[in-house]
């Protein structure tokens, strides 16, 4: 049974900081990319962050310097550290397992972000 299941959400002060974590139950885990979006109330999904299995990286601009993606392949997890958070930050998280050239790809349903001013 696929599952993605999101979990650390909550609400902080701009300049705090949060760790979100999502634990992926799927077989063949070593095959998907693992990444992190998020969606504000409005607006399109937005991507943040993915890293393969063997932990490379990839940014968006918007994140860069402020959130950090790790994943810990044994206890098949994926992990946003998110420093620095601002207002604009404030959003529903998710987190994607998608397999490269393939298109196979699995959502959690999100955990909500909120930052204060």
């Known amino acids: 049974q696929v599952q993605l299941v999101e979990s650390g959400g909550g609400s902080v002060q701009a300049g705090e900081s949060l760790r979100l974590s999502c634990a992926v139950s799927?077989?063949?885990?070593?095959?998907?990319?693992l990444a992190w979006y998020r969606q504000a109330p409005g607006k399109q999904r937005e991507f943040l962050a993915d890293v393969t299995y063997e932990g490379a990286t990839k940014y968006a601009d918007s994140v860069k310097g402020r959130f950090t993606i790790s994943r810990d392949n044994a206890q098949k997890k994926v992990i946003l550290e998110m420093n620095s958070m601002k207002p604009e930050d404030t959003a529903v998280y998710l987190c994607?397992?998608?397999?490269?050239?393939?298109?196979?790809?699995?959502w959690g349903l999100g955990t909500q972000v909120t930052v204060s001013s």
């Open positions: 799927l077989r063949l885990f070593n095959l998907y990319v």
């Open positions: 994607k397992a998608e397999v490269p050239r393939i298109g196979t790809a699995y």
